[in-house]
């Protein structure tokens, strides 16, 4: 397979040694670039799958329960035994009021492990 | 603490162009916690070609409380009552869980008019009809949806109260809120006035 890929892409070398052989003065010299500065930019999930929401707020894992001011630290999101995962505010108040079930499978509630 | 984001998120999946068969609206616009739903009824049933809208009212605790439904079109079933529209189901009560929606709870009610639990009635006089003489039970189901939730019977209501000078928008409003009988229709439009 990667011998054909190299025999199609054969006529792209032979075609673009001209340039390179015109440009080889200019290709020597060093580029000079100074960053000034930088954005960056990170992404985080709590590990649940892409647009998934919360079973109880209907939100996204990544922002805030209703009543909860800022996502990530502030906002957790818990799993339970039976894999389901919840915003903590949201499965907290769900217990609170007496029931010991996970809302979508209705499973006996426990926290898993590692939440 | 109610999730108004919630609630909106909800109503946009049940527009009535969601194709479900299911639909719910709000009755007013700015007031997301009084909704009027909508369902018909499954074919090869005594409910067939009919239109149910039902009361939905969104309580303060909502998505941990159930939303609050009951019937206004009139309807002969072992869970309904006859004379309040009172449901007996049980995800609406105890099994109620948040993960629930105002979509999944009408298609639930939807479900119950398929298979009725005549052991754990609404209604004790349709149960035991139900039970004891299956024939007369369908028959009066389908007389009360042929009466009651038809849309073509209904439209002509509206027709015929139109007739009597009331605005269409004002008299489709007052026919859902009676459960879509005339007289009563009447007095409540005659009595706003």
């Given at each position: 397979m990667p011998t054909t890929k190299r025999d199609r892409g054969s006529p792209v070398p032979t075609s673009s040694t001209k340039p390179t052989s015109d440009s080889s003065s200019s290709t020597k010299k060093p580029l000079k670039v100074k960053v000034k500065s930088f954005h960056g930019i990170a992404r985080w999930s709590w590990?649940?799958?892409?647009d998934d929401v919360c079973?109880?707020?209907?939100?996204?894992?990544e922002g805030c329960a209703?009543?909860?001011?800022?996502?990530?630290d502030d906002c957790p999101v818990v799993w339970g035994a039976c894999k389901h995962a919840y915003h903590l505010a949201c499965i907290s108040q769900w217990l609170a009021g007496g029931k010991n079930s996970?809302?979508?499978?209705?499973?006996?509630w426990n926290f898993a492990d590692d939440s | 603490m109610t999730s108004k984001t919630r609630i909106i998120k909800e109503l946009k999946e049940c527009?009535?162009?969601?194709?479900?068969?299911v639909h719910a609206e709000p009755?007013?616009?700015?007031?997301?916690f009084n909704l009027t739903g909508v369902i018909t009824g499954g074919t090869e049933?005594?409910?067939?070609g009919g239109v149910w809208y039902i009361e939905i009212k969104i309580p303060e605790g909502y998505p941990f409380e159930p939303p609050k439904m009951r019937f206004i079109t009139k309807i002969w079933h072992?869970?309904?009552?006859?004379?309040?529209?009172?449901i007996c189901l049980d995800i609406l009560k105890d099994?109620?869980?948040?993960?629930?929606t105002i979509k999944t709870a009408l298609l639930s009610l939807q479900a119950l008019l398929c298979a009725a639990e005549p052991d754990d009635p609404q209604d004790a006089v349709v149960a035991k009809m139900y039970k004891e003489d299956p024939d007369l039970f369908a028959k009066t189901a389908k007389e009360w949806t042929a009466k009651h939730a038809d849309p073509n019977v209904n439209e002509g209501k509206i027709r015929n109260l139109m007739e009597m000078g009331f605005e269409r928008e004002a008299v489709e409003k007052v026919l859902k809120e009676v459960g879509w009988e005339e007289d009563k229709a009447v007095e409540k439009l005659l009595g706003g006035m």
């Open positions: 590990g649940t799958p892409a079973g109880i707020c209907q939100s996204p894992f209703p009543g909860v001011k800022f996502p990530g996970c809302p979508i499978c209705r499973a006996d | 527009s009535p162009t969601n194709g479900s068969g009755n007013n616009s700015s007031d997301v049933t005594p409910y067939e072992p869970n309904i009552s006859s004379v309040t529209g009172a099994q109620w869980s948040p993960a629930l």
